[in-house]
């Protein structure tokens, strides 16, 4: 993400602005159900739409996990 963000003229390449971009902010409710995160059924393969068009945000989603498991594996 820095090297991505540090061409940017006049943009500080500090850790706070890293950290926000991190963290995000609060989500808020949309109103058309198909925009909604629908987890799969019980049983069902979780990895039947990666690397599918339309279906990066929930690739992004399963990536994340993955680090995060990963990360409380390594403590």
């Known amino acids: 993400m820095r090297e991505m963000f540090s061409g940017i003229p006049g943009l500080a390449s500090d850790e706070e602005f890293y950290d926000s971009m991190r963290q995000g902010r609060e989500g808020r409710k949309l109103n058309n159900d198909g925009y909604r995160l ?12 990666l690397g599918k068009r339309g279906y990066e945000a929930e690739a992004r989603e399963l990536m994340r996990l993955a680090e995060e498991s990963d990360r409380r594996e390594g403590q």
Do not use: D, R, T, W
């Open 38 to 49: 629908h987890l799969p059924e019980p049983g069902s393969n979780p990895f039947q739409n």
